[in-house]
C-alpha cells in the first residue's frame, strides 16, 4: 500500500486564487482527517470524516474553507479566495475503525499563498 | 477542553547526551497519550503510545497522572534523532480526535 496519498506536493497561488488540495486514504480506512500545520499554531485538526460524512468540522478556520469527501478513497479540501495567512503544510490522515486506531499521515501539501 | 503542552519549541543536544521532550496536558479523565515523529522531507508518523509502553528506536516516554505528563525520553541522542516531534492526546467516550501539542523540533548535534 501506498500509504495516503496527498497532491499536489506543493501549491503556490496569489491572493483570491482558489486552491484545492486532495487527498486519497488508505484504503479499507474509514476515518479521514484534514489537518494544517503552521510554526505559530502547530498541528491543528480541521475536519473529520468518518465513512464519508462530516463528523467535526469545528477547527475549519473560515466559511473560504470547505471539504468533501464523496467517497471512501477521495477527499478535498477547498480554499476560496486563499489568503497569505491561509500558508501552511496541509496534512491528511486516515485510520480505520471509527479513529480509534493509529493515525496514518499523507505527506502534506505545502501551500504557499502570495 | 483538553489540552497538550509542549513548552520547548526547539531542543538542541549533542550526539550521546540524553535527551527528554517535555509533555504536559490538561483532561481530568484516563487519555490515550501518543507521540508522533516528522523527520525531514518524510511524513508524521507514530514513535509510540502509553498503553504499549514499549521502547521505539530507544525512546520511551511514561504517562504520569500525578503531574499530567508524558515526556519522552532516551538516554543517548543519535544524530538520525532529530526531527519534529509532537505529543498527542486522546481522549474516549466516543470521540477518537486526537488533540496534538506544537511541536518541539530536536536538534542533535555531531
Known sequence: DAGVIQSPRHEVTEMGQEVTLRCKPISGHNSLFWYRQTMMRGLELLIYFNNNVPIDDSGMP?????????NASFSTL?????EPRDSAVYFCASSSNRGQETQYFGPGTRLLVL | AQRVTQPEKLLSVFKGAPVELKCNYSYSGSPELFWYVQYSRQRLQLLLRH???ESIKGFTADLNKGETSFHLKKPFAQEEDSAMYYCALRIGGGS?????GRGT??????
Open chain 1, 62 to 70: 473560515e466559511d473560504r474553507f470547505s471539504a468533501k469527501m464523496p
Open chain 2, 51 to 53: 498503553i504499549s509502553r
Open chain 1, 78 to 82: 477547498k480554499i476560496q479566495p486563499s
Open chain 2, 105 to 110: 523540533s530536536l536538534i542533535v548535534h555531531p
Open chain 2, 96 to 100: 477518537y480526535i486526537p488533540t496534538f
